[in-house]
């Protein structure tokens, strides 16, 4: 853990310094509060320390923060100090410790002084000084899962998709990222999107010494987002060789469940095909409802060791046989919302998960659709409202080939060529159906387009465009960005 001190060294000037420097009757106390302003939590265990301005290699004073993250240093003497804290979040953050300067008087019996981290923005524009956008930031460290120490060398795979709105139409694309692991282990991936998933992977360098062809030392492909409204995300990465199961297929990785002491009735392990990695590692954990009941018969897997267990009556599920290193793990249950988080499975322990499971599906009361003919899908319909912006075959026919690009082009509200999440990713619907796959134009015959609508303002989007949450009625799937509209003659004719 790095000092807040500086290196000056003793001399017999410094001894008689201190020897100078010894309580007086003015005393002060110190008082604060320390804060994690990245997590909004405080400082529990941080260590406070005063170090005086003009003889630092004094024993100072110092104080440790409670559960609060509260402080109180008393007999304090008047002086100037280097006031600061160190915290073990400070060396998994790569930070050097939060350092100001603080005048004690002898006038004030009693000082609060706080000490807190930079914002999330403030320290994410600090490591990534040459980017002005609005991007994130995702630090963290690469560690060898077998040892627990930090990997020297290595690199940091960060990879998004995208929509690309160009002149052949609409397409996706992958976006990827690369960051160097430094010989501490840390690394810093600037540029990264906040408004989606993101998918990231670690690979080490590994020895090549008396290898001719050495295991690849990886960690999985795992699935991060960033918090709302906050541009760093810190994720530490484990690693290890790729492991290969060899054996005959229905071999190797296991899945078996906790019983937890409940009566479990028929075998509830469910083995997938033996995926290519494979290793020593074992994870545990429940599945838990909203109310707090458990979640029975929900399904646990972990796609690249080919492993799937049951999570039994209690909720609680086991799998053993996994690849060392950080996976992302899946839940699926019928009723709630699918699930995915990552896991760090280590050689010295047990990786445990626990997934609080939301979104139960409820009944609702029968109602009635009525269409008008000619118009199933209500294009016409909105169209008439005004909301949004609307292009018929009729127009896309005058504008040259029939093409969704074409369309496109001559919406005030996209730009061509504009690639979304550095400036924004639309929603795409095709026949009211929203699709993520493949060149819209390459799906779409241009004389089978009948119309397509661009919305622009989150608060336009109707709500079968959208999902419910938000205040409008309907959150646009796009974050805010642009929803287009696609449909077919079978639609609009």
């Known amino acids: 853990m790095r000092s807040i001190r500086t290196a000056d060294t003793i001399n017999g000037a410094a001894l008689l310094a201190l020897l100078a420097f010894t309580p007086c009757d003015a005393q002060v106390v110190v008082t604060g509060t320390v804060r994690d302003s990245l997590?909004?939590?405080?400082?529990?265990?941080?260590?406070?320390?005063?170090?005086?301005?003009?003889?630092?290699?004094?024993?100072?004073?110092?104080?440790r923060s409670d559960s609060s993250g509260r402080y109180t240093i008393s007999d304090v003497v008047p002086g100037t100090y280097h006031f600061g804290f160190q915290h073990p979040r400070l060396d998994s953050l790569g930070m050097d410790p939060v350092v100001r300067s603080l005048e004690v008087r002898a006038s004030r019996a009693r000082i609060t002084a706080d000490l807190a981290l930079p914002t999330a923005r403030t320290?994410?524009?600090?490591?990534?000084?040459?980017?002005?956008?609005?991007?994130?930031?995702?630090?963290?460290?690469?560690?060898?899962?077998?040892?627990?120490?930090?990997?020297?060398?290595g690199?940091?795979?960060?990879?998004?998709?995208?929509?690309?709105?160009?002149?052949?139409?609409?397409?996706?694309?992958?976006?990827?990222?690369?960051?160097?692991?430094?010989?501490?282990?840390?690394?810093?991936?600037?540029?990264?999107?906040?408004?989606?998933?993101?998918?990231?992977?670690?690979?080490?360098?590994?020895?090549?010494?008396?290898?001719?062809?050495?295991?690849?030392?990886?960690?999985?492909?795992?699935?991060?987002?960033?918090?709302?409204?906050?541009?760093?995300?810190?994720?530490?990465?484990?690693?290890?060789?790729?492991?290969?199961?060899?054996?005959?297929?229905?071999?190797?990785?296991?899945a078996d469940v906790a019983r937890a002491g409940a009566a479990s009735t028929a075998d509830s392990v469910s083995r997938l095909a033996r995926g290519p990695r494979m290793g020593s590692a074992r994870m545990t954990g429940r599945v838990i409802a909203?109310?707090?009941?458990?979640?029975?018969?929900?399904?646990?897997?972990?796609?690249?060791?080919?492993?799937?267990?049951?999570s039994d009556t209690t909720g609680a599920f086991r799998l053993t046989g996994l690849p060392l290193g950080t996976h992302t793990v899946e839940m699926l249950a019928l009723g709630f919302d699918p699930m995915r988080t990552a896991?760090?499975?280590?050689?010295?322990?047990?990786?445990?998960?626990?997934?609080?499971?939301?979104?139960?599906?409820?009944?609702?009361?029968?109602?009635?659709?009525?269409?008008?003919?000619?118009?199933?899908?209500?294009?016409?319909?909105?169209?008439?409202?005004?909301?949004?912006?609307f292009v018929d075959a009729d127009q896309i026919r005058r504008w040259g080939p029939p093409s969704l690009g074409n369309a496109l082009a001559m919406s005030p509200m996209l730009r061509r060529g504009m690639t979304g999440r550095g400036g924004c990713t639309p929603t795409i619907f095709v026949d009211g159906?929203?699709?993520?796959?493949?060149?819209?134009?390459?799906?779409?015959?241009?004389?089978?387009?009948?119309?397509?609508?661009?919305?622009?303002?989150?608060?336009?989007?109707?709500?079968?465009?959208?999902?419910?949450?938000?205040?409008?009625?309907?959150?646009?799937l796009s974050g805010g960005c642009s929803t287009i509209v696609v449909w077919t003659k079978a639609f609009v004719n």
Not at 355 to 371: E, H, K, Q, S
Request: aromatic share 6%; proline share 7%.
């Open 39 to 63: 997590t909004g939590k405080p400082f529990a265990g941080a260590q406070v320390e005063l170090v005086p301005v003009t003889s630092p290699w004094m024993a100072g004073f110092s104080a």
């Open 123 to 153: 320290f994410a524009r600090t490591l990534c000084r040459a980017r002005s956008d609005n991007s994130g930031v995702l630090i963290g460290r690469v560690i060898d899962a077998r040892d627990g120490q930090p990997v020297v060398r």
């Open 155 to 254: 690199t940091v795979h960060v990879r998004w998709g995208t929509v690309r709105v160009a002149d052949d139409g609409v397409r996706n694309e992958v976006v990827q990222r690369t960051a160097q692991v430094r010989d501490d282990g840390r690394f810093i991936a600037c540029g990264v999107p906040t408004d989606g998933p993101i998918e990231v992977q670690a690979v080490a360098n590994p020895p090549t010494h008396g290898q001719t062809a050495p295991l690849r030392i990886t960690s999985g492909n795992v699935e991060l987002t960033f918090d709302y409204d906050t541009p760093l995300r810190h994720r530490d990465l484990y690693v290890a060789p790729e492991e290969r199961d060899t054996a005959a297929t229905g071999g190797g990785a296991s």
């Open 290 to 310: 909203e109310n707090g009941r458990p979640v029975r018969a929900a399904r646990i897997i972990v796609r690249e060791a080919g492993a799937e267990g049951i």
């Open 343 to 389: 896991a760090d499975l280590r050689a010295d322990r047990d990786a445990i998960v626990t997934f609080n499971a939301t979104g139960r599906v409820r009944t609702l009361t029968g109602i009635t659709v009525r269409d008008r003919a000619g118009d199933p899908g209500g294009f016409r319909q909105r169209r008439a409202r005004g909301l949004g912006y």
């Open 433 to 476: 159906v929203r699709i993520e796959i493949g060149p819209v134009d390459e799906v779409l015959v241009g004389m089978d387009i009948g119309g397509v609508e661009v919305y622009a303002n989150p608060a336009d989007v109707p709500p079968q465009f959208g999902s419910p949450g938000s205040r409008f009625g309907a959150l646009p």
